[in-house]
């Protein structure tokens, strides 16, 4: 009911398992090369493990899509079985026929036949059981028995263990001891960080329809603090958080909305927590003021110095003396003011007076460069900012009462929003909004103008400084977002039973921007699936030979004419790093 009022076609976060909405954050593409890696040519037994919600299934059905087309694969997702019924199980996935009343031994001859026949037919066979921390000792000990059967170079059944913390306690138990040697991979899977949070939260928007950011970054550090980073609880969270906020007419999401949300779902109440009394409060600012001292002293060591600053725009027309100017940083006024309490004693406030003075003098040490970057990300703490800059790079400008990406929309261009690296911000060569994080982990935003070499053009509100790799590397959030012109046609999706021409299409495109002659071909066949999958890992999509919606976007990117670039001599190529 909400869909609207939020500028979305689907429910974004619906507890229920929808392949589009995928995101593999760092931690479960590290759990995905474990598994992958454990199932080499020598693999028996991969072990993966999670809290509940984790998204340990997820990892699974990744694994899955991703295992070579010789692999059958038999799916158990309720363990809680005997021996007799686990093998009967086992055969029923992967099509064994049994006659009626088998006994053990009849079912273990029958997979133990259907494994060396497919051996010799060069197909590999996978068990994936998944709860598999209700599996009784037993039933284990007869999985062990039955990956016995092996050739001198790999076993012919490799299985994998998916569950809750309990099952690594399972398998030290004494009787265990055998099957716990022959796991060659193993990882536990923890909860998404604050970070991850916001670029979970953003994809599944994104997908849904939604480009604008929608949750206030205090929103999500309470999603964090009250889901424990659980993609589940945030899920139910965030779906709550959406109705109040549609309840209230209100946007963006905020704390307190997540804070309702949260006493609604997870059944307690949430009490905000207060200084018990004024003395605390004095110590505390005390603290600050020595936290800061700390942070800005390193910076007036060099901290800001090496963090690549190239050189300033002078395009920007600020000069140094304005960049002393406006600081932002805390004077000793301030510090005076905030250590001045009825209840702090008179000590505190000498000490409170030191330190400020100390930040004026460790703020003065500063060079030119380095005063004028703290103003500039002072300066572009909202968003709208550096929207405002990328509209101009297209020659539009921002409408009045509508958002960035409605504007866009307005004058002809959309929104494209993607997680990634340097590399996969370089490898589009387009103009882009960055999602960016100061030293005190505070975000700020920024557009990147040009790229020379290593060094990209960062414009942080009016100011325009060349930061280099590293630089960017350390202070970029994972979250860009960047305008196009779309195609005035194109097909909801490319596969195998699609049109002839459609196809070639896609064989053209994908040559194109892999540097490389294109073929002519009639039909989809497997290198032109293999080509389109290698695009799809390489850009963190679902690698399934399909090309949908998402596939399809991220080809016309490389594709389209239109608009700037980071490099113009990049334009309609991927040759450079990172590229194929």
Not at 60 to 71: A, I
Not at 348 to 370: F, H, I, K, P, Y
């Amino acid at each position: 009911m909400y869909k609207a009022f939020y500028g979305l076609s689907d429910n974004p976060f619906s507890i229920a398992p929808n392949p589009h909405y995928l995101f593999l954050s760092d931690r479960h593409r590290e759990a995905l090369a474990h598994l992958t890696y454990g199932l080499g040519e020598t693999g028996g037994f991969v072990l993966l493990t999670g809290e509940v919600g984790t998204g340990k299934t997820t990892v699974s059905r990744c694994l899955l899509n991703q295992l070579p087309e010789n692999t059958d694969t038999a799916f158990i997702l309720n363990p809680s079985l005997t021996e007799l019924e686990l093998l009967a199980t086992l055969c029923d996935e992967l099509g064994v026929h049994y006659g009626e009343s088998p006994t053990l031994k009849q079912l273990t001859d029958k997979l133990s036949q259907f494994l060396l026949a497919n051996h010799e037919k060069g197909r590999n066979t996978v068990l994936i059981i998944d709860e598999a921390q209700h599996l009784r000792a037993e039933v284990l000990e007869q999985l062990r028995l039955l990956t016995n059967l092996e050739t001198d170079t790999k076993k012919l059944l490799q299985v994998i263990l998916i569950g809750q913390p309990e099952l690594q306690q399972l398998l030290k138990r004494q009787e265990l001891r055998q099957l716990a040697q022959r796991i060659t991979a193993r990882y536990h899977l923890l909860p998404l960080t604050q970070q991850e949070i916001a670029l979970y939260v953003q994809h599944r928007l994104q997908v849904a329809g939604r480009h604008e950011p929608l949750f206030h970054r205090s929103a999500i550090k309470a999603l964090h603090q009250y889901s424990g980073g659980i993609p589940r609880l945030i899920n139910l969270l965030c779906e709550r958080a959406l109705m109040a906020g549609y309840a209230q007419s209100k946007v963006p999401i905020d704390a307190n909305m997540v804070r309702t949300a949260a006493s609604e779902v997870l059944g307690e109440e949430i009490k905000q927590r207060k200084l018990l009394w004024p003395a605390t409060a004095a110590t505390l600012i005390l603290a600050t003021f020595a936290g800061a001292f700390y942070f800005f002293n390193l910076q007036g060591q060099g901290g800001i110095a090496q963090a690549g600053i190239v050189q300033t725009s002078e395009q920007s027309g600020v000069d140094s003396q304005q960049a002393k100017q406006g600081q932002g940083a805390p004077t000793p006024a301030m510090s005076s003011q905030a250590a001045q309490t009825q209840t702090a004693p008179l000590q505190t406030q000498t000490q409170a007076e030191q330190v400020g003075r100390q930040l004026e003098e460790s703020n003065a040490s500063l060079s030119a460069d380095q005063r004028i970057l703290r103003k500039a990300i002072a300066q572009s703490r909202n968003i709208d900012t550096a929207y405002a800059a990328i509209l101009g790079l297209w020659d539009k400008a921002p409408y009045v009462g509508l958002t960035a990406c409605q504007s866009a929309k307005q004058q002809g261009l959309d929104c494209f929003q993607q997680q990634g690296n340097w590399h996969s911000l370089v490898r589009l060569n387009y103009p882009a909004v960055v999602y960016l994080q100061d030293e005190r982990g505070e975000p700020f935003y920024g557009t990147v103008v040009s790229r020379q070499g290593e060094q990209l053009l960062l414009q942080l509100a009016e100011q325009q400084l060349w930061v280099d790799r590293d630089w960017f590397t350390r202070h970029f959030a994972g979250t860009f977002e960047l305008l196009w012109q779309a195609p005035s046609y194109q097909p909801k999706e490319i596969g195998r039973g699609s049109a002839a021409a459609q196809i070639q299409w896609l064989e053209n495109a994908l040559a194109k921007i892999q540097n490389k002659p294109a073929r002519l071909v009639n039909y989809f066949d497997a290198e032109l699936e293999q080509s389109l999958m290698a695009f799809q890992r390489q850009h963190g999509l679902r690698a399934d030979a399909i090309a949908g919606s998402q596939t399809l976007v991220q080809l016309n990117l490389y594709l389209s004419d239109k608009g700037p670039r980071l490099q113009e001599a990049l334009q309609g190529s991927m040759q450079g790093e990172g590229r194929y």
